[in-house]
């Protein structure tokens, strides 16, 4: 058995076979294949949010696009399986090239080629031959040092027939080539141990699954938690509040999360913002307190944007802020229903009360509060602001017993609008549309009182009755046949304020389009229903005036005869609100909370390195030119010492050719050789 019979039954691919493979994967059309499609990934990776809820998802791109990308995985691209394939790919192929070529290129760079023959120096581009007049040594001497003085390094070999001295310079351009693709296989390799593979092997593996129901941690099953040393790597993020402390944060896994623990518990002792005058974040800070029980350590440290706090392998990144559970103190007005008095409501963001309603029970949830609420200034305004703050304000949802919910969004104090103060309170039905805002006219003391007490006599049926009575019995005081027609002018004031209370001007427009009558008939019937309401109405009105203690035998002031009709405005489209209450936020105690984004990424820094070895090479590729001269100094066949001097550059070809220019007028001038 020859010695090549065991290599090559230790392989059961044919050299043939395994020489096509390799010429495959070591391939510049499959590497620049490869990254092509690896960039491809990474704009869609950043152009498309990731890691979102698919609710948003499909809002944003529709049912039949969501499906499409989830098929994908577009939604968490960096962990699809695809893209882990590629950088396999990227990293085989880049192997089998540094497996091909590094040894010879390694090779090159200690290799002088002394012993070229002299007639292959000759054949170089530009080569030079010249007769030596003086001595060979001093000759070898003076070209080694003029080749020093180049930046060559030099090395002499004496042959038989010929002595060469080699310079070369740039020789560590070659090692760019070799930096610059380990970097594509180190890069890759950082990012795969930054990725979240593991959890995928988990999920495969079915010792862990996604949670998509819980709403709480503690209601996660153990096969959603994970323990710290579960998991190789991850980046989870978690929100905690003013004197609170966590030992955990979530992991969002596509449309589900799983909670990670840590070996080590943070506590949030303060949390600091500033604003611009626009109302964005000029910086905000937290004053953490790590506190790890089994290496009895304990201690303090603020973190920032871009300040983080780094911790056993542990990086904690200020990443955003919020509400903490701000105290809320809330007056729960109804609608509707006179009888019932004014509820005073204590609760927190986030948290939920349920109340009873002329609609039945209904479920209030806190959802945010913001302290601020800053918006640009009107153009000129009077006093030359470039922004307002309009105050606080809270958004909640109410929701009835089938699950369907509204959301809103009441501001604590009036805001100036048109030159008068309102209540502002916004309504959607779905997060996906806008606010439509409900005004609500403040009375002389900035309150809602006012607007309260008028809605509340327009349904006081007995009250509404007994001041009709009293205001036809005045206007028809003096009327002919007076008792005849009272009753039936009572009784239409009552059913116009009736419909008026529960469906606005709209409603009293499709009682009259149902009669049968002209056109021109019914326009007729629609400016008498309009005084008889309005007559009615006024009176209740100045009935409200008289209990705040307004001197009804004196004209009403302008500023209150402005407040009537922006109550009807709002009031005719009250039964549009949705919730037949009114909830002011009365007073708060302010609690914030600081977002935190904790990564354990132990690929991070074979990433950087990976990175710096890329740059490295591409630097040495770039700015340095592997260069060689070769001088030959030999006898002819009448015993003439004779040189030969030949240089070449592998790449920059011009550049090259002038410092090879300037090199032989230097040797001629040194070795005194005729031109």
Not at 307 to 319: D, M, S
Not at 623 to 651: C, T
């Amino acid at each position: 058995m020859t010695e090549s019979e065991p290599a090559v039954q230790a392989s059961s691919i044919p050299i043939s076979r395994r020489s096509v493979v390799l010429d495959f994967l070591g391939s510049m059309n499959l590497a620049i294949t490869i990254f092509v499609i690896i960039a491809i990934a990474s704009a869609i990776g950043t152009v498309l949010k990731q890691n979102e809820p698919y609710t948003d998802y499909i809002i944003k791109f529709g049912p039949f696009w969501h499906e499409f990308f989830l098929t994908l995985n577009l939604y968490d691209i960096y962990s699809a399986s695809w893209f882990a394939v590629l950088l396999a790919f990227l990293m085989t192929s880049t192997s089998v090239c540094i497996y091909r070529n590094a040894p010879r290129m390694l090779q090159e760079m200690r290799n002088f080629r002394l012993n070229s023959k002299l007639k292959s120096i000759k054949l170089i581009e530009g080569a030079r031959t010249w007769r030596l007049n003086g001595d060979e040594e001093s000759a070898i001497k003076n070209i080694t040092l003029l080749f020093s003085v180049q930046g060559y390094k030099t090395k002499i070999k004496h042959h038989d027939d010929r002595v060469i001295v080699a310079g070369m310079r740039g020789r560590w351009n070659r090692l760019g080539y070799i930096l610059g693709h380990m970097g594509m296989i180190v890069v890759p390799l950082g990012f795969i141990m930054d990725s979240t593979m593991d959890i995928a092997f988990l999920e495969w593996s079915g010792k862990r699954s996604i949670d998509k129901t819980s709403i709480y941690v503690k209601d996660m099953p153990k096969e959603s938690q994970l323990q710290p040393d579960t998991l190789f790597s991850f980046r989870g993020n978690i929100s905690i509040s003013e004197g609170q402390k966590t030992n955990f944060t979530l992991l969002r896994v596509r449309d589900g999360s799983l909670v990670q623990y840590l070996p080590f518990a943070i506590e949030l002792k303060d949390f600091r913002v500033e604003h611009y005058d626009s109302g964005a974040p000029k910086s905000f800070e937290s004053d953490l307190i790590i506190i790890d029980k089994d290496k009895d350590v304990q201690f303090e440290q603020t973190i920032a944007v871009n300040k983080p706090l780094y911790y056993r392998g542990y990086t904690i990144y200020q990443a955003s802020f919020g509400d903490g559970g701000s105290k809320l103190k809330l007056k729960i007005w109804p609608f509707y229903d006179y009888k019932k008095r004014v509820l005073e409501v204590d609760t927190v963001v986030r948290g939920e009360r349920v109340l009873d309603t002329a609609q039945g029970q209904l479920t209030l949830e806190i959802i945010d509060f913001k302290k601020y609420n800053v918006r640009p200034a009107q153009v000129g305004d009077p006093k030359g602001k470039k922004f307002v703050n309009d105050g606080s304000s809270f958004v909640f949802k109410v929701r009835d017993k089938s699950g369907q919910a509204r959301e809103y969004n009441n501001y604590m104090s009036p805001v100036i609008q048109d030159g008068r103060y309102i209540f502002i309170s916004g309504m959607r039905t779905n997060p996906s549309d806008a606010y439509r805002y409900l005004h609500i006219p403040a009375d002389d003391n900035f309150t809602v009182n006012r607007f309260m007490n008028f809605h509340a006599q327009l349904n006081n049926s007995e009250r509404a009755q007994a001041i009709a009575i009293k205001t036809v019995s005045s206007a028809l005081e003096n009327a002919p046949g007076k008792d005849k027609y009272k009753g039936d002018v009572v009784k239409t004031m009552m059913d116009l304020l009736d419909r008026f209370n529960f469906g606005g001007f709209d409603a009293i427009k499709r009682h009259i389009n149902k009669a049968e009558i002209s056109n021109e008939e019914k326009n007729k019937m629609a400016e008498a229903y309009q005084k008889v309401l309005n007559t009615l109405m006024q009176a209740i009105y100045m009935d409200v005036l008289r209990q705040e203690g307004v001197d009804d035998k004196k004209p009403i002031s302008d500023a209150q005869q402005a407040f009537y009709f922006d109550a009807l405005a709002t009031l005719s489209g009250l039964h549009l609100y949705g919730t037949p209450f009114y909830a002011q936020l009365a007073d708060f105690t302010h609690v914030e909370s600081s977002g935190l984004s904790i990564a354990r990424l132990p690929g991070k820094n074979v990433f950087y390195f990976g990175s710096l070895m890329t740059i490295i090479g591409i630097f040495l590729l770039l700015y340095l030119n592997q260069q060689r001269l070769w001088a030959v100094i030999y006898k002819d066949e009448s015993g003439q010492p004779m040189l030969v001097f030949a240089g070449s550059g592998s790449r920059n070809t011009a550049d090259f050719k002038r410092h090879y220019q300037q090199v032989v007028e230097k040797l001629e001038r040194v070795l005194g050789l005729n031109k």
